[in-house]
């Protein structure tokens, strides 16, 4: 134990690390995660369902002519940012694009 101890301090003093000895250091590049289709899905279980895979940037926008989304549990997403498949980091910003529900006006942007 003390030369384990001793051998980690002489390392960090000569500023060396683990790979120098054919150790692998841990890596600091977050795993990427698989964007899911959520279009059709309810906005709030949609959200929570993106969050639980560790997404964490999510925005919901609308596509029907509302300015915010007040209660997703009302709304249904119509479009995502992301396509189904798409392999991100769990930071990136993900758009939901979410229509009222029971409002038959919204309109989906032309691809």
């Known amino acids: 134990m003390k ?5 980690a301090l002489t390392l960090a003093l000569a500023g060396c690390d683990a790979s120098a000895l054919g150790q692998s250091a841990p890596s600091t590049t977050p795993a990427l995660l698989t964007m899911p289709n959520v279009v059709g899905q309810n906005a ?3 959200q929570d369902s993106l969050k639980k895979l560790g997404f964490k940037n999510i925005d919901l926008g ?3 002519g509302h300015h915010v989304v ?3 549990q009302n709304w249904t997403v ?9 392999h991100l980091a769990p930071d990136a910003k993900i758009v939901l694009g979410c229509a009222r529900i029971g409002d038959h006006k919204w ?5």
Do not use: M, Y
């Open 70 to 72: 007040v209660l997703p």
């Open 107 to 111: 309109v989906l942007p032309i691809p």
């Open 78 to 86: 119509r479009a995502q940012s992301a396509k189904s498949g798409a």
């Open 44 to 46: 709030d279980v949609a």
């Open 3 to 7: 030369a384990a101890l001793v051998l």
């Open 62 to 64: 609308t596509v029907d």
